[in-house]
T-cell receptor, first 115, second 114 residues
């Protein structure tokens, strides 16, 4: 069964460093998402991406964040200068359409620890 | 803004029924979902319900939607130890058009005792 994959599973970085979190969505999907979950808090939407551009982003997704689909398979989230409060589990998801009846498939997550 | 709330923890004995509850604030919500997260894994969609339905049953799972009270519940019949996980209630953001943005509750940890 096709699945969303994410690498690495755990990333440790120093405050101020850049990190790139990688995701491989399901191959025939057209909508891509990043969510994050700070320990003990809710899963929060960060950004949605369709047709090679951001379709929606949350207040969290400021200038320090960017997303890219550099080739036909990868979908990346870059944090330019990490802060302590960026420590969280980051989930990538993909779906065929953006409609509510269409399942979003989630990857296993990348745990980001900023020291 | 829109908000989704759940209780944090539920403990049941194997073989009992589990009922996980969720409330949401936006009455124009169209799709509501239940996701399951097992340790070390991503979020797996269990089931969803469209707002024109009151109930949906899928094998051991029953979803009840009370639109008047903005209350959603997930009942798991004959709960097994393999059902131990975190269960997330979510809705598709009514204001986000067709971008698919999901709003999640904080998750209910279900503990099933043998």
């Amino acid at each position: 069964e096709p699945e969303v994959t994410q690498t690495p599973s755990h990333q440790v970085t120093q405050m101020g460093q850049e990190v790139i979190l990688r995701c491989v969505p399901i191959s025939n999907h057209l909508y891509f998402y990043w969510y994050r979950q700070i320990l003990g808090q809710k899963v929060e939407f960060l950004v949605s991406f369709y047709n090679n551009e951001i379709s929606e982003k949350s207040e969290i997704f400021d200038d320090q964040f960017s997303v890219e689909r550099p080739d036909g398979s990868n979908f990346t989230l870059k944090i330019r200068s990490t802060k302590l409060e960026d420590s969280a589990m980051y989930f990538c998801a993909s779906s065929r359409t953006g409609q509510g009846s269409n399942e979003q498939f989630f990857g296993p997550g990348t745990r980001l620890t900023v020291l | 803004g829109e908000d989704v709330e759940q209780s944090l923890f539920l403990s049941v004995r194997e073989g009992d029924s589990s009922v996980i509850n969720c409330t949401y604030t936006d009455s124009s919500s169209t799709y509501l979902y239940w996701y399951k997260q097992e340790p070390g894994a991503g979020l797996q969609l269990l089931t969803y319900i469209f707002s024109n339905m009151d109930m949906k049953q899928d094998q051991r799972l029953t979803v009840l939607l009370n639109k008047k009270d903005k209350h959603l519940s997930l009942r798991i019949a004959d709960t097994q130890t393999g059902d131990s996980a975190i269960y997330f209630c979510a809705e598709i953001d009514p204001g986000s058009g067709n971008t698919g943005k999901l709003i999640f509750g904080q998750g209910t940890t279900l503990q099933v005792k043998p």
